[in-house]
């Protein structure tokens, strides 16, 4: 199964470059990823040229990037799954641009997971108390 369709990494961030990223027209929907140097900051979703160029003249984003990733997704039912995956990956002072973490689409809940140092101390917890007596029965 493909994934991606197109992609660019590392583009320097310039008119030039936004604009050969391909448009809405042209399929050019995905996910894409702002870099300040080599350490992403903000990853986003969507038409990946018109998102860019309103990065380009953001407050808040504007002076943090100076390179830029794009990817167009073959399946746009994956989109949002696949920007949220990159978000979690991520350490929290990485996205610093990104005011949300994100959320699968999913149907069930998620499986919690625990930890084997908790099921150990639960079943010591469960066991028979132990006497320095020995048997009774002796």
Not at 33 to 43: A, C, E, F, K, N
């Amino acid at each position: 199964m493909e994934l991606i369709k197109r992609f660019g990494e590392m583009w320097a961030r310039n008119s030039e470059n936004i604009e050969r990223v391909p448009g809405s027209s042209k399929g050019g929907q995905g996910v894409y990823v702002l870099y300040d140097g080599s350490t992403p900051v903000y990853i986003g979703k969507g038409n990946i040229r018109q998102r860019l160029r309103a990065a380009d003249k953001s407050k808040r984003r504007g002076n943090s990037w100076n390179y830029f990733g794009w990817y167009v997704i073959k399946d746009k039912t994956l989109i949002h799954d696949l920007e949220v995956l990159l978000l979690r990956m991520l350490p929290p002072y990485l996205r610093r641009l990104t005011r949300e973490g994100g959320h699968f689409k999913v149907l069930a809940p998620p499986i919690q997971t625990h930890r084997p140092t908790f099921r150990r101390r639960q079943a010591k917890a469960q066991r028979a108390p132990r006497s320095c007596l020995g048997s009774l029965n002796a």
